[in-house]
């Protein structure tokens, strides 16, 4: 009985360090801005924009504000996640405040009838 509780111990040992290690290895840094892709789904026309942290920018019809931008420490070029309020002009309404995800910009996406947002990376430098 000991000895198969030992067995049991040893064997999740393995799988708890090496998660513990991960973590500490998956730190993020802020940028300095964020580059978004806009979309007129009207008449498909597309846009980048760089806007720098704390800073405002008009797309199209919406107002973007970039609140923070956050990649992988040791992968700069890596997955980036950026914080966003985003107005539409026209009616002055908040259509999204929020985490965008640049791997994924359907798990948390701006859903407008006419525009579409998403993040591409962060600003470095």
């Not at 040791?74 to 908040?94: C, H, Q, V, W, Y």
């Amino acid at each position: 009985m000991i000895r198969a509780a030992l067995a049991v111990l040893v064997l999740l040992s393995g799988p708890v360090a090496v998660l513990a290690q991960s973590t500490q290895q998956t730190r993020a840094q802020s940028g300095l801005g964020v580059l978004l892709r806009g979309l007129d789904k009207v008449n498909g026309e597309t846009v980048d924009v760089e806007i720098p942290w704390g800073g405002t920018l008009d797309v199209f019809g919406l107002s973007v504000t970039a609140e923070d931008c956050r990649y992988p420490a040791e992968n700069p070029t890596g997955d980036a996640f950026a914080l966003l309020g985003i107005k539409d002009r026209g009616s002055g309404e908040d259509v999204f405040h929020g985490w965008m995800v640049a791997s994924s910009p359907a798990l948390n996406a701006l859903d407008h009838n006419r525009y579409d947002v998403w993040v591409l990376r962060c600003m470095i430098s």
